[in-house]
């Protein structure tokens, strides 16, 4: 007949359990991140073929090429640059 015998009582009994996380009824609103590269289009996606070889952002989720106007942005942009962008909502923080 075989016996099987524990010494060390489980971490996860009833009353060792920890408590379920509460969800707050109102979730707070997310931070919006904004990415915008400016150069010539050959350089941006050069890029953003970086930014999705180190992981950070697959190139799908960047913008079609956005022509500046001449009269600039908020920037004065230099002959033939262009502007691509990503939105992106970071993982929230863990509470400190």
Do not use: K
């Not at 009994?13 to 609103?29: F, K, Y």
């Not at 590269?37 to 956005?66: C, K, M, N, P």
């Amino acid at each position: 007949m075989l016996q099987i015998q524990y010494f060390l009582s489980s971490p996860y009994t009833e009353t060792t359990r920890p408590a379920a996380p509460q969800v707050p009824l109102v979730q707070p609103r997310r931070r919006r991140l904004r990415l915008y590269l400016i150069g010539t289009d050959a350089d941006t996606r050069s890029a953003i073929a970086s930014l999705h070889h180190l992981g950070y952002a697959e190139q799908f989720e960047w913008s079609h090429v956005i022509e500046i106007p001449e009269n600039g942005l908020f920037v004065q942009p230099d002959p033939g640059d262009v502007l691509r962008y990503l939105q992106r909502y970071p993982a929230p923080r863990p509470p400190a």
